[in-house]
């Protein structure tokens, strides 16, 4: 079982930027597809974005798109996710997870089997 831990979250301005990263133990971590999820509450989970288990492979969200960037360390075991121009909407829990397989193709939480505390992430008008 691998364990996941997100860190980077915080107060940030529209318009500004952060990264988020997610350490992982437990499991041979190149070998796992990667997510990031956000939620807010009373709302579903959100998929983000995605990378694969090399990361050379990696899926966005239409509406980050050319703001964010998803990529990985195997080396540290680590995924980030760089997010820029943040708006208010944007603010939310967000949350790492890892999926059983290298690379999966669908934006459905259910793919993922392991997920993070998340992390608060909160944009400000």
């Known amino acids: 079982q691998v364990q996941l831990v997100e860190s980077g979250g915080g107060l940030v301005e529209a318009g500004g930027s952060l990264r988020l990263s997610c350490a992982a133990s437990g499991g041979t971590f190149s070998t796992y597809a990667m997510g990031w999820f956000r939620q807010t509450p009373g709302k579903e989970r959100e998929f983000v974005a995605r990378?694969?288990?090399?990361?050379?492979?990696?899926y966005y969200a239409d509406s980050v798109k050319g703001r964010f960037t998803i990529s990985r360390d195997n080396a540290k075991n680590t995924v980030y996710l760089q997010m820029m121009s943040l708006k208010p909407e944007e603010t939310a829990v967000y949350y790492c997870?890892?999926?059983?397989?290298?690379?999966?193709?669908?934006?459905?939480?259910?793919?993922?089997?392991?997920w993070g505390q998340g992390t608060q992430v909160t944009v400000s008008s």
């Open positions: 997870a890892v999926a059983d397989r290298s690379w999966v193709t669908s934006t459905s939480p259910s793919r993922y089997t392991s």
């Open positions: 990378i694969s288990g090399s990361g050379r492979s990696t």
